[in-house]
C-alpha cells in the first residue's frame, strides 16, 4: 500500500483498539494489535516506522486509561516481569452489572430504546477486519461481541482537529473564553492530552503565552483549531492525561454546591451520581464543580427541579439564566 493509504481518524483507532482489547480474555499482543486493528494496520502498512506505532499504542492506552478504560498487560507466566510478548486485554467482569443491580419496567424500556444506537452492526469494517484476523491467529474470541461505534457524534467540533494536533505534536491556536470574560482571547498552545471529567471534554495544554500548563473546557473553544507548522517534543505528553485529571479532580474538591432537588426527577438522577454527601437524604445534595458558569448551564435547564442554596455566585448566576429565559419566552408571538 502507498503512501497515501486511508487514514482512519484518531476517534475510530481508539474504538477499534477497544473492541479487539474486550475481544478475549486471552488477551492479545502488541504485533497482533500494530498487525490487525485498524487504525495501526493502515500506517503500518503505509511505511510508518514500528517505533512511531509502538508509540502510538502506548499515547492510546493512556488516553483509554484517562478515561477509566482498564486496561491489563498479562506478561509471561515464568517470568511476569518480561514484556516481550505481553498480551493486553480489557476484562469483561470490569463491565458486567453487579448481580444486585434491578430494573423497574419502565427503565428497562429506556434502556432498549438506548440500545437501538448501538449494537454488533455498528462495529466498522476495519474493526470486524481485525477480529477476524484475530480469530485466525488461533486466538478464542468470546462472543457475542459488543459494537462500540455509537451512530451519534457528540463530541464537540474541536475535538478531533485538537486529537489530530496531539497525535503530530503540533502547536495550535483557537479563540477562548475563560469564565467570567466577556470576549475571547486567542491562545497558542502545545496540546498535550484530551481526558473527559464531568461527562465534558477538556484539552490538557502547555500554553506557551503563559509557559505553564493550563486546562481548556472544549466547549469554550469559540473558533476552529487552527494547526501551526511548530512542532514540540513528543515526550511532552508522557503522564499527560493523569496530571489532567489529577488536577481536576483537585479544583473539584475545592468547589461544592449545596443544591435540593425534587425526588424522582432528571435533576436527582444526573447530580446525585456526583454528589459527595447527601445531607438531607432525598432532597438536599453537594455536589462538586470546576466551571461554575458552565455548571449554572446544566443547572438552569432543570428548571424548577433544582433550588441552589450555594454557592451565593452560582445561585446568582443560576437565577439570571431562568430570568433570561423567562425574558426571552415573554416576547415570543
Do not use: C
Not at 11 to 36: H, P
Not at 239 to 259: F, I, K, M, N, Y
Amino acid at each position: 500500500m502507498s503512501a497515501t493509504a486511508t487514514r482512519v481518524p484518531p476517534e475510530e483507532r481508539l474504538v477499534n483498539l477497544v473492541v479487539a482489547l474486550m475481544a478475549t480474555e486471552q488477551g492479545v499482543t502488541k504485533d497482533t494489535i500494530l498487525g490487525s486493528v485498524s487504525g495501526y494496520r493502515e500506517q503500518g502498512e503505509a511505511g510508518t516506522r514500528r517505533e512511531a506505532l509502538e508509540k502510538m499504542f502506548e499515547r492510546d492506552k493512556e488516553n483509554l486509561r484517562g478515561l477509566g478504560v482498564p486496561i491489563e498487560t498479562i506478561g509471561d507466566y515464568a517470568d511476569p516481569d518480561d514484556l516481550r510478548e505481553a498480551r493486553y486485554r480489557i476484562p469483561a467482569a470490569e463491565y458486567e452489572l453487579p448481580a444486585d443491580i434491578t430494573f423497574t419496567p419502565a427503565e428497562l424500556a429506556v434502556l432498549t430504546l438506548a440500545g437501538g444506537v448501538w449494537g454488533e452492526h455498528t462495529l466498522s469494517a476495519g474493526a470486524r477486519s481485525g477480529l477476524r484476523k484475530i480469530r485466525s491467529l488461533g486466538i478464542a474470541v468470546d462472543e457475542p461481541i459488543i459494537g462500540f461505534a455509537p451512530r451519534l457524534n457528540l463530541h464537540d467540533a474541536s475535538f478531533l482537529p485538537l486529537q489530530r494536533a496531539i497525535e503530530q505534536a503540533r502547536e495550535v491556536e483557537f479563540d477562548y473564553l475563560r469564565p467570567g470574560s466577556a470576549s475571547p482571547r486567542r491562545r497558542r498552545v502545545r496540546p498535550l492530552a484530551l481526558v473527559e471529567f464531568e461527562a465534558r471534554w477538556h484539552l490538557f495544554a502547555f500554553d506557551t503565552g503563559v509557559s505553564a500548563e493550563r486546562t481548556f473546557l472544549l466547549s469554550r473553544i469559540l473558533s476552529d483549531v487552527a494547526l501551526t507548522r511548530q512542532a514540540f517534543d513528543p515526550s511532552e505528553r508522557s503522564g499527560a492525561g493523569e496530571r489532567a485529571l489529577s488536577g481536576l479532580r483537585e479544583v473539584a474538591t475545592r468547589q461544592h454546591a449545596a443544591v435540593t432537588v425534587v425526588p424522582g426527577t432528571e435533576a436527582e438522577l444526573r447530580l446525585r451520581r456526583r454528589a459527595v454527601a447527601d445531607e438531607a437524604p432525598g432532597r438536599r445534595l453537594r455536589v462538586p464543580f470546576v466551571d461554575l458558569e458552565v455548571f449554572a448551564d446544566e443547572l438552569a435547564s432543570y428548571g424548577p427541579e433544582v433550588f441552589v442554596l450555594e454557592p451565593d455566585a452560582l445561585r446568582d448566576a443560576v437565577v439570571h439564566r431562568l430570568r433570561g429565559a423567562q425574558a426571552s419566552s415573554a416576547v415570543i408571538p
